[in-house]
């Protein structure tokens, strides 16, 4: 039986006619490759900068001169002249105020002393330092050795994965919870569960909380599984309290819960729900410091970073896994703090798009 061309033509023309009528899916086949694309390039590959940098300078006057002449025009450090001794830069170290400690020997040594919680923005440092003495070396001839002290955080050669996975565990906790609950509403409509509900006085504050309620159980099996899959099966360090750890992976999947909540609460399909999910899935995947360093990112860009649950979460799961820290630092605390205020922003955005649907 032969091909019918003029068939083929006709139902090809009807289905480019449907396509151009529904802006969205025109947007997600034209808009959405090309905002990943541009996503790739700002996040990926950048040089982080403004790094705090201590400096203990206690070396020869006109080495030191030239040596610090070098990397104050470095870009990516911010140096401090502040403390005293390497003790006290050690502690701004320990306390988050800088990323490392640059101590300019008597003898013309110079010993860098690393928070090696990040890879990524420790090289930067290195780098930075070793360029520096090149075109002090180039220019006097004299040979400047870089010693690198034990880490004030994280290990003397750590290994990729170990700065990956809280980055990893925080993508995955955030996009299942998001999944999860985006497709909440989307049956419950085309079967007219959710008119009857609505019927029956129910207010949508309170199927949004009973919904929530229900997907919190899924939330902590979730967590406990991703957090025990990282450190049993990867080996991965947790150097600060495992409760923490979880009890953070709960708050971003609360959020990312009311998150998914609203988006169920717009979309009629599960297609058109997927749709609605990709363009937040791709900024939580490259502009929360997941796969690099927001410090590397474009000063302007850097806001809506901030903006999201998942970059502040992913601070916090380094800061427990590799530093120990707890609460008492604000890198933890904020955590909490933005992912609940977070989740009750999205939850009265869901609550209000329902009750529009009433």
Do not use: C, K
């Given at each position: 039986m032969s091909l019918n061309f003029t068939r083929v033509g006709a139902i090809a023309g009807r289905k480019f006619a449907s396509l151009r009528r529904d802006k969205r899916m025109v947007g997600f086949i034209v808009i959405m490759p090309a905002i990943q694309i541009l996503l790739f390039g700002i996040a990926l590959g950048g040089t982080p900068t403004g790094l705090d940098v201590a400096v203990i300078d206690e070396g020869p006057t006109q080495l030191s001169t030239s040596v610090l002449?070098?990397?104050?025009?470095?870009?990516?450090?911010?140096?401090?002249?502040?403390?005293?001794?390497?003790?006290?830069?050690?502690?701004?170290?320990q306390e988050g105020e800088y990323w490392a400690v640059i101590h300019i020997r008597q003898d013309g040594t110079i010993e860098l002393h690393l928070d090696n919680s990040n890879q990524q923005i420790s090289q930067t440092i290195i780098i930075e330092v070793r360029d520096a003495l090149t075109a002090v070396a180039e220019e006097s001839g004299a040979q400047l050795p870089v010693e690198i002290a034990e880490p004030i955080y994280g290990d003397a050669a750590p290994a990729f994965i170990d700065f990956l996975a809280p980055g990893i565990m925080t993508m995955v906790c955030f996009m299942f919870s998001l999944i999860l609950t985006s497709m909440a509403f989307v049956g419950e409509r085309y079967d007219g569960t959710l008119d009857r509900v609505f019927a029956a006085g129910t207010r949508p504050v309170e199927i949004l909380l009973g919904h929530l309620l229900a997907f919190s159980t899924i939330l902590v099996g979730q967590v406990t599984v991703v957090i025990l899959i990282a450190v049993f099966g990867f080996d991965i360090p947790v150097n600060g309290s495992p409760l923490l750890l979880f009890a953070v992976g709960i708050f971003l999947g609360l959020a990312a819960m009311c998150m998914g909540l609203f988006v169920s609460s717009k979309a009629k399909s599960e297609f058109q729900a997927m749709q609605l999910n990709m363009p937040v899935m791709f900024p939580v995947m490259l502009?929360?410091?997941?796969?690099?360093?927001?410090?590397?990112?474009?000063?302007?860009?850097?806001?809506?970073?901030w903006a999201l649950p998942s970059t502040w979460t992913a601070e916090a799961f380094?800061?427990?896994?590799?530093?120990?820290?707890?609460?008492?630092h604000s890198e933890v605390w904020i955590a909490f703090v933005f992912n609940l205020a977070f989740a009750a922003f999205a939850l009265m955005l869901a609550a209000r798009s329902l009750k529009t649907r009433e």
């Open positions: 002449v070098e990397l104050n025009q470095s870009e990516p450090l911010v140096l401090h002249y502040d403390e005293e001794s390497v003790e006290s830069a050690r502690s701004g170290v502009l929360s410091g997941i796969l690099w360093p927001v410090e590397a990112l474009p000063t302007f860009i850097q806001p809506l970073s380094r800061s427990i896994m590799v530093r120990g820290w707890g609460m008492s």
